[in-house]
């Protein structure tokens, strides 16, 4: 008696696909509309996910985490395609394009956090830009930014703090039509991010270093002074010079 390998059931298919590596899934995808269907359930991913592959879905950062039953089977696919790209040019040789994004304007300042969030600043004569794409989503066909804010002047310099509110980035702005430095928090608001003003303060630039409570920048006033700076606290401390006493200025928003 003879068995074709198309009367199996979807059930049967769904255990055999449950048993096969991720790439081998993917072949068997492109076989016929029907595997194609059956390689697109949700329990199939969740069966051949790697626990290390779903610990990237937070990038590290609890106050971002989806629990991964809560996700879309195209997106547990998204996590795992990215994962073995990164497998596979760790044993490759030279560099490749993974995405390519078209801004209309020049890019300022650029940073990658861990291996997941692109932060852009981006300006032109007319706007200044701050954008934030998620790798996850992009793998998940969606070319549009996660998080996107409009700054008074181009970004000369920025850092990123992880902290227990979330990724903060520090961005020195300037020199025209304003300096200053702005520190942003990107939050989480439901299944929307946004990018939200944590503090403000004029007449300064060129950020050096950011942890903590405290940032350090290049330029104060209008001169290459360094100062040391805790914005929670709003006080400004000379690093040199003959000004030893405290700075007040402003407040936190």
Not at 60 to 80: K, L, N, P, R, W
Request: hydrophobic share 45%.
């Amino acid at each position: 008696m003879t068995c074709n390998f198309l009367t199996l059931s979807d059930d049967l298919f769904l255990l055999i696909a449950m048993e096969m590596k991720m790439e081998d899934v993917l072949r068997l995808r492109q076989t016929c509309w029907r595997l194609h269907s059956i390689t697109k359930i949700k329990a199939l991913w969740l069966k051949i996910s790697r626990p290390s592959w779903i610990d990237y879905l937070n990038g590290g950062f609890s106050c971002y985490s989806t629990d991964v039953h809560d996700m879309t089977s195209e997106q547990i696919e998204a996590i795992h395609k990215i994962c073995l790209r990164a497998e596979s040019r760790s044993r490759s040789i030279g560099p490749q394009t993974l995405y390519k994004w078209n801004i209309p304007q020049s890019v300022d300042w650029l940073k990658i956090v861990a291996s997941r969030w692109v932060f852009v600043a981006a300006s032109d004569h007319s706007v200044s830009r701050l954008l934030c794409w998620d790798m996850l989503s992009i793998s998940s066909g969606s070319s549009a930014p996660l998080a996107e804010c409009f700054l008074p002047a181009r970004v000369n310099s920025g850092m990123i703090e992880v902290q227990s509110e979330g990724l903060l980035v520090c961005l020195g702005l300037g020199p025209t039509p304003i300096s200053e430095v702005q520190i942003l928090t990107l939050r989480r608001m439901g299944t929307s991010f946004l990018f939200v003003e944590t503090f403000t303060i004029p007449d300064c630039s060129d950020v050096q270093l950011f942890q903590g409570n405290l940032f350090v920048c290049g330029v104060f006033q209008g001169l290459q002074a360094p100062v040391l700076v805790d914005w929670r606290t709003s006080t400004v401390y000379h690093l040199f010079g003959e000004v030893p006493d405290l700075c007040e200025f402003g407040s936190i928003s």
